[in-house]
């Protein structure tokens, strides 16, 4: 006995479509900055499960804390240059380059992070992004003054 047409018609197009199309997975990313902030993951999972979810909340924290330091540096600067010639041309130089660096170092290590916790198959925890992010800023000035002391 042969089935009906139309059950043969929707097998070939059900054959046809691509096997995601078929799979009820949840897909949603988490690319808020007011979810990064509040370490809220939505979702059936509460964790971070993409590359592109990871690398962003590893470098939004990297972010924001670089940003914290560079605003707190900055305004420390300008306190201690007010007097001089060319303070404040100075400071917005100095930082804004050193801004830069540590946005460009972000970028490049919040990849690195993400990249090795995808190719492990692991999940990261929202709590886990914020810590490598700011783990990041603290080395950078870690190192930033070491070399400094090592010129002097």
Known sequence: MCPPSSVRYLSKRAALQPPSANMNKDYSINLSVQQVLSLWVQGTV??????TEMWYWVFLWCLFSSLFVHSAVGLLMCVTLQRHKR???????LISVG???SLTGGVITSAAVAGVYRVA???MA???ALV?????TAFTVIISFSRILATL
């Open 46 to 51: 509460p964790t971070l499960q993409h590359f």
């Open 87 to 93: 303070g404040r041309l100075i400071t917005l130089v």
């Open 99 to 101: 801004f830069l660096a």
């Open 121 to 123: 198959g692991k999940d």
């Open 126 to 128: 929202p709590l886990e």
């Open 132 to 136: 490598f992010g700011v783990g990041q």
